[in-house]
């Protein structure tokens, strides 16, 4: 049996489906630490983390980048399903929006009264925090 070259991804979120296509492997922030899943992976169900998900193309066809918010990733041999909160391309981010996000979880960090409170703002700034990431990461490919 010959092996599989690629796998199909689906990246959607509530709003819209933001990736449909081929890729010969993703990375991604699963909820214990980073995932890489190729071709014919072990079927696996998981949480995913505020940050990256990068879809490597056939044929050096480059990168695709999109930023989630967190979700679920349901893997099976031939299709990758990423279910996001929120899901953004990564042409698509906006940095002065990411850096007013996470100046505004940083004071609502520093001004929390209640646990709930906290929790939030804590979540607010991981998800800024890593949209930032994202962005640093498309520049540095840019550049490079």
């Not at 199909?8 to 699963?30: K, M, R, W």
């Not at 193309?57 to 996001?84: C, K, M, S, Y």
Request: avoid cysteine; glycine fraction near 8%; aromatic fraction near 4%.
């Amino acid at each position: 049996m010959a092996q599989a070259k690629t796998i199909h991804v689906d990246v959607v979120s509530a709003e819209e489906e933001i990736f449909s296509g081929e890729a010969e492997f993703v990375a991604l922030p699963g909820e214990s630490g980073e995932l890489g899943i190729y071709p014919l992976h072990t079927p696996l169900i998981t949480r995913i983390r505020p940050g990256s998900v990068r879809i490597r193309l056939p044929d050096d066809g480059g990168e695709e980048l999109v930023f989630v918010a967190g979700g679920i990733l349901d893997v099976q041999p031939d299709v990758v399903t990423v279910l996001a909160e929120t899901a953004i391309r990564g042409r698509d981010l906006d940095e002065a929006k990411a850096s007013e996000a996470r100046k505004q979880a940083q004071e609502a960090l520093a001004n929390s009264t209640g646990r709930i409170d906290y929790a939030k703002a804590q979540a607010e700034l991981a998800e800024a925090i890593a949209q930032l990431q994202a962005i640093n990461r498309l520049r540095e490919r840019h550049r490079g």
